[in-house]
């Protein structure tokens, strides 16, 4: 089986794995604790903070540990704001973000906040210029932006939009999923968030980093855990797992990132030459190195899934975390695109240019027998 859906959740890294068995061993204690055993577990937890933190820009006291990327958004998009609430209650966010972003944003208008979404162009790039208009506006109290499109792969204006907020005094929440360990963060961010099953971590830890000056306050009762923003007991073996996972991607990633890209580039060119009325979405040069999505006309996007994951592919198809709701993905509706017959290809790293060629051999045939049913072939 070749898995393809690297953007959902990158297989287990090797070097995770070996640092999660041995820190189950040594660091099942309480690391609040004074005892020997909970020294030992502080100890791995400090080291893996400093180890993330270096890989993500940060200063160690700066970084948190979350149940995952999703808590971390919701406690630094609402952590923000709830500490932010004497500058103003408006939050300006662009209209592809994660789900999880948007969900905040529910909350904050359901507390009387206003939220003011801004639009993308056809390859899903936020419009910076009128990103940085909303943010001048007074009242506002953050700003939130992604690293790159979750959907489509397409990098966003990070660096110029950073550029805008700091001029106008307005912090900055950078979702950083899924270029983390992947590229180099953009610099300007007020706080930042990251999943570490997406760069090849086990699934449960999250990553919340809050800048000093920040003013962050979080809307949860208060636990003298995590700097006090994450309540709950930390995960030690997960966390020193993410960290020894994250450390050997960054050490990797310029060098695994062109090879993915080449890879990427092959599938976006070859596509539209072997499979009629077929739309690539998404920037062809600005863009994740490991994330290709087209839609195929009059295919219906599930029936592809399915007949790719039989002739060995795993794929998705819309979002990760609304593919299940059978609603049009909010991505590809904002940018305007087709959003049927929609595969998402997301590449681990390792994968090899013979499965790639694979997948472009059984692609054109499994969209023809889908057409073929349809009678529209």
Same mark, same amino acid.
């Given at each position: 089986m070749a898995y393809f859906d690297a953007a959902s959740t990158e297989p287990l890294h090797p070097q995770a794995r070996e640092a999660l068995l041995t820190a189950i061993d040594s660091g099942w204690a309480d690391p609040a604790r004074l005892y020997g055993q909970a020294r030992r577990a502080h100890l791995l937890l400090e080291q893996a903070r400093t180890e993330v933190a270096e890989a993500l820009g940060a200063r160690p006291d700066e970084v948190s540990f979350t149940s995952s990327g999703t808590q971390a958004v919701h406690l630094g998009v609402l952590g923000t704001l709830h500490g932010r609430r004497r500058a103003g209650r408006r939050l300006v966010t662009g209209a592809v973000e994660h789900s999880s972003v948007l969900h905040a944003a529910?909350?904050?208008?359901?507390?009387? $906040?206003?939220?003011?979404?801004? $639009?993308?162009?056809?390859?899903?790039?936020?419009?910076?210029?009128?990103?940085?208009?909303?943010?001048?506006?007074? $009242?506002?109290?953050?700003?939130?932006?992604?690293?790159?499109?979750?959907?489509v792969g397409t990098l966003q204006p990070v660096a110029e939009v950073a550029a805008?907020?700091?001029?106008?005094?307005?912090?900055?929440?950078?979702d950083a999923a899924q270029t983390a360990g992947r590229m180099p963060i953009p610099p300007g961010w007020s706080v930042l968030t990251a999943s570490a099953h997406k760069w090849g971590g086990p699934a449960g830890v999250g990553v919340l980093a809050v800048r000093k000056g920040t003013r962050f306050r979080s809307f949860l009762p208060e636990d003298e855990r995590e700097r006090r923003r994450v309540p709950g007991f930390e995960n030690v073996p997960a966390i020193v797992a993410a960290a020894a996972a994250l450390s050997a991607v960054t050490a990797d990633a310029a060098q695994e990132g062109a090879r993915l890209s080449g890879l990427v580039e092959r599938i976006r060119r070859t596509v539209p030459e072997i499979v009629p009325d077929v739309e690539v979405i998404g920037d062809p040069v600005e863009r994740a190195p490991h994330i290709v999505t087209f839609s195929c006309l009059y295919v219906d996007g599930e029936a592809l899934l399915t007949e790719l994951d039989k002739a060995g592919f795993a794929v998705s198809s819309g979002s990760s975390c609304t593919a299940s709701t059978l609603r049009p993905s909010h991505v590809l509706e904002a940018m305007g695109v087709l959003t049927h017959g929609n595969v998402r290809v997301s590449l681990p790293? $390792?994968?090899?240019?013979?499965?790639?060629d694979r997948f472009l051999a059984v692609l054109p045939e499994a969209v023809l027998r889908i057409r073929q049913d349809a009678g529209v072939a």
């Open positions: 529910d909350v904050h208008e359901r507390d009387d $906040g206003t939220v003011e979404k801004i $639009g993308v162009s056809l390859t899903g790039r936020v419009d910076a210029a009128a990103f940085a208009a909303a943010v001048s506006a007074q $009242g506002t109290a953050l700003a939130c932006l992604q690293t790159a499109n979750h959907e805008a907020c700091r001029e106008h005094g307005v912090p900055l929440l950078v790293r $390792g994968t090899s240019a013979a499965e790639v």
